[in-house]
């Protein structure tokens, strides 16, 4: 399947279309008019790799099979490479049968030496280049092929160019032998941007050095000269040592050396930069991945790029390193037995789940910090299974399919379908009539008097009437949702809050009637909460499966966000006491897990602030010296480490 992608090129100020590359670059390989090389340059993870492999290579490779004399292509990476000589034997190991014919024939027809030499390009490299030492005398293998195999019947490609610990100079100069001397055609492949950053960054440590002289005399201080600094203080800023350094060594002055290196042998640069949907097609395309699973992949390239957009992680080699992972997880995926109707959205999720983390994990990405990022991330839906064998490799099958049908429950079960009214209406209310929209909302009061709506719509469905009556609408419909609304709450167990953070309505006036509406339910809901939980920690406590009673009790037991509420305050600080020390080590485990979610790091819950005197109670009242059994004790002491934490946070330790 071949594809091509979107690139710019240094080339007169002309930004090429995605054949144009391809296009320049065999132009290139034609012209006879004098020699150089061209560059294509492109940020790291980008995919220049896999275009030359597997898009201009063939294009190269078709184009030549048509000339009198077809030159080879020799892809050769200079990653790690330290001297000209590792170079030269990237060479060596790229010419392959050439090389071995040519070594065999130097060495010998009859001699040992000549079956060592037939025989190093198939060993491993360093076990081949030191039996060719010993057995050749010595003699540069590179010099006898270059002596023996024309290099201007090849096309060198030479990647991760800014990778290369080699000296630049020597580097170029090396290159420019083949271009200039043995009329080479050379396609260099790099990051560019890194390879002026690495020259400029390999001078300032000399700089520096040198501008800590004693004997540097610097004119006084005044406001041209904010580096002047006083000796007898003994040490010297960061930004006055770089600023002393700049007023002698220009960052520029460094760059353009390496310019005027660049300049002398690459005549064309050509800026890369890819159609990611695009990549992402074909690398699935020639995956090992089963065929279904390929169909759910491509269904998601889109959701895909618009992750990696987000985060600015675009980075081909964490998707292919994600693929490694999907394909295990679908073999796993198989094996569970799942309710026909929610197998493709199960599938999404498990796709979804495991890219995202892939992401965090390969982008090096941290947990956002601000409120809002931190609320989108705390409530996409995840699996805990699922990250650890992405960051890991450690799989727990029990973990993940208790995970996944999670989501089946929690999620696919309560979903409503496209033909709901309120999907119906929510999405496509300006495309209909007064009178559809009447009707739609007369099936939406129904739906709700039967309670068959999740909390969820709620907010989406306040909004919606609201958008209504700006255009005319009857108020009265918010009256009768509202009202509605209020009954399904009463008669609910554990009703979460609305959210209330309405920052996308613009209008401010109907931000403010959304608002109010949900600030009422959302006051029946607290006092119902209230009235519930009062009646009903106790009993908890008092259950066998007490944890998973609390995590019911919280919400997090869900995937939901642990509710902002009191929970500890809800009964004696003896009664906390007597269930935890009466509790073995693997729920006491739990409780701690449990306990993490209510309280997470960095975040003040109002509501459970409540709680902090009950728990300074318990950890005075945990005697862990009493404890007889060494791993409980342990584990006792965790807790109150974990629970006097919690306090520290809210300042009450």
């Given amino acids: 399947m071949l594809f091509f992608m979107n690139v710019i090129v240094d080339f ?48 190269i490779e078709e184009k030549e099979k048509m000339s009198e004399h077809p030159r080879k292509i020799k892809y050769i990476s200079l990653y790690g490479c330290k001297t000209i000589q590792d170079i030269q034997e990237n060479i060596i190991w790229g010419f392959e049968e050439e090389a071995r014919e040519k070594l065999k024939n130097i060495a010998g ?15 491993s490299r360093k076990i081949g280049s030191a039996i060719w030492k010993k057995f050749s005398n010595n003699t540069n293998a590179y010099e006898i092929a270059s002596d023996w ?108 050396k390496y310019r005027k290196i660049r300049e002398k042998l690459i ?61 295990y997880l679908y073999t796993k995926f198989n094996a569970i037995d799942v309710e026909e109707e929610y197998k493709k959205e199960l599938l999404y999720f498990l796709i979804d789940d495991c890219f995202r983390w892939a992401v965090q994990f390969k982008g090096n990405i941290p947990v956002p910090t601000d409120s809002w990022g931190r609320a989108a991330y705390e409530a996409r839906k995840k699996s805990v299974a699922i990250k650890l064998y992405v960051e890991s490799g450690e799989f727990k099958e029990d973990e993940f399919e208790k995970d996944l049908r999670k989501y089946v429950e929690s999620e696919l079960k309560n979903k409503l379908p496209d033909n709901d009214p309120f999907n119906l209406l929510y999405h496509e209310y300006y495309y209909h009539t007064q009178k559809w929209c009447e009707e739609r909302l007369e099936e939406i009061k129904q739906t709700l008097q039967c309670g068959r709506y999740p909390l969820s719509v709620y907010t989406k469905l306040i909004i919606l009437i609201a958008n209504l009556i700006e255009i005319g609408f009857s108020a009265l419909y918010m009256t009768e949702v509202k009202n509605l609304m209020v009954e399904n709450i009463i008669k609910m167990d554990t009703p979460v809050k609305l959210d209330n953070d309405v920052f996308f309505i613009e209008d401010s006036e109907r ?54 509420i009191s929970v500890f305050a809800k009964a004696d600080s003896s009664q906390w006491i007597r269930v935890i020390n009466e509790s073995s080590v693997g729920d006491i485990d739990l409780f701690r897990h449990w306990l993490d979610r209510h309280f997470p790091p960095n975040v003040i819950r109002e509501n459970a602030k409540i709680d902090l005197p009950v728990i300074k109670e318990i950890i005075d009242g945990i005697n862990t010296e009493a404890e007889s059994d060494l791993i409980k004790r342990v584990n006792l002491l965790w807790l109150k480490q974990q629970m006097t934490k919690i306090l520290e946070l809210y300042k009450m330790a």
């Fill in 511 to 564: 931000k403010q009637k959304v608002k109010n509406v949900i600030d009422e339910i959302n006051l029946v809901i607290i006092a119902q909460d209230k009235q519930m939980k009062q009646k009903t920690i106790g009993e908890i406590l008092s259950s066998e499966r007490w944890i998973e009673e609390l995590d019911k009790y919280t919400g997090s037991n869900n995937y939901k966000l642990s509710m902002d």
């Fill in 267 to 327: 005549g064309v640069t050509l800026r890369y930069q890819p159609d990611i949907k695009c990549i992402l097609k074909t690398i699935i395309e020639g995956s090992d991945a089963e065929d279904s699973l390929k169909k759910a992949l491509m269904d998601n390239v889109d959701s895909f790029y618009l992750v990696m957009d987000m985060h600015g992680h675009h980075n081909l080699r964490t998707f292919q390193f994600f693929l490694s992972k999907v394909c």
């Fill in 149 to 256: 195999l024309p290099m201007k019947s090849y096309i060198f490609v030479f990647d991760d160019i800014e990778r290369c610990d080699c000296p630049l100079n020597e580097l170029f100069g090396f290159i420019n032998g083949l271009v200039e001397h043995e009329g080479a055609k050379v396609i260099l492949v790099a990051y560019e941007r890194e390879i002026s950053v690495q020259e400029v960054t390999a001078q300032k440590e000399l700089q520096y050095l040198l501008v800590l002289n004693d004997k540097i005399k610097w004119p006084a201080q005044n406001e041209n000269n904010s580096y002047r600094i006083k000796r007898t203080e003994g040490k010297v800023s960061f930004e006055d040592l770089d600023a002393m350094r700049k007023s002698l060594f220009a960052d520029e002055e460094v760059d353009t």
């Fill in 12 to 59: 007169g100020g002309i930004i090429m279309t995605d054949n144009q590359i391809i296009e320049e670059t065999l132009r290139y390989l034609s012209d006879n008019s004098y020699n150089y090389a061209i560059l294509i340059d492109g940020e790291w993870g980008c995919g220049k790799t896999f275009f030359i492999q597997n898009v201009l290579k063939r294009q």
């Fill in 109 to 123: 027809a009859n001699s040992y030496g000549a079956k060592v030499g037939g025989n190093i390009l198939l060993s």
